[in-house]
């Protein structure tokens, strides 16, 4: 079956630029969506095809995808941007999900 | 704005089967362009995808959980439903029901606020 990684935690300094990967095979092939889940709160999708903005989310979250690996970049990292962050992707009519990131901003 | 609202018990027994309903409001579970899922949280855990239906009714399922879901769908009363049978503590988790777009990979862009259920005698 197919599986995404993700690192278990990123660490960012406020200001600074926050990268969360997710590998999985090919992965470059597929569409990658990406979620920050807040504690206590439901995912909120802030990345689909890989790149785009769903309307409400700051310009500061960007997305990438090629080769073997996907990424979520958050220029600027803001302390109200710590959490969660979840990749997921479409594979042989499953929805797959990453392990997720816990986003630390010291 | 599309909400999803799930709906069902909080505790379930071993052995028993859980049921939810997802209720869809200000919008149709009746559209082309969308799936309807249900996804859960163990505690302290990721996510993990459980199956989408289409409003056809053709559900898809996560292969390490077919043998024990149902997904369905009742059109005329914008509703979804999720049944888990033969729960154990290990189905203990958040449930979310979320609206999935066919054209990005099952993106979910509208998720319920989520029930915990708790497997437990």
């Known amino acids: 079956s197919y599986e995404l990684t993700q690192p278990p935690s990123v660490s960012v300094s406020p200001g600074q630029t926050a990268s969360i990967t997710c590998s999985g095979d090919?992965?470059?092939?597929?569409?990658v969506s990406w979620y920050q889940q807040k504690s206590g709160q439901s995912p909120v999708l802030v990345i689909l095809q890989d790149v785009k903005r769903p309307s409400g989310i700051p310009a500061r979250f960007s997305g990438s995808n090629s080769g073997n690996t996907a990424t979520l970049t958050i220029s600027g990292t803001q302390a109200m941007d710590e959490a969660d962050y979840y990749c997921q992707t479409w594979d042989t009519r499953n929805v797959i999900f990453g392990g997720g990131t816990k986003l630390t901003v010291l | 704005q599309l909400q999803l609202q799930e709906s069902g018990p909080g505790l379930v027994k071993p052995s028993e089967t859980l049921s939810l309903t997802c209720i869809v409001s200000n919008g149709s579970i009746y559209s082309s362009s969308y799936y309807w899922g249900w996804i859960r949280q163990p505690p302290g855990k990721g996510l993990e995808w459980i199956g989408t239906i289409y409003y056809t009714g053709s559900p898809y399922y996560n292969p390490s959980l077919k043998s024990r879901v149902t997904i369905s769908v009742d059109t005329s009363k914008n509703q979804f439903f999720l049944s888990l049978s033969s729960v154990t503590a290990a189905d203990t988790a958040v449930y979310y029901c979320?609206?999935?777009?066919?054209?990005?990979?099952?993106?979910?862009?509208?998720w319920g606020q989520g029930t915990l259920v708790t497997v437990s005698s």
């Open positions: 979320a609206r999935h777009l066919m054209i990005a990979a099952s993106a979910s862009d509208y």
């Open positions: 090919y992965l470059g092939t597929k569409y």
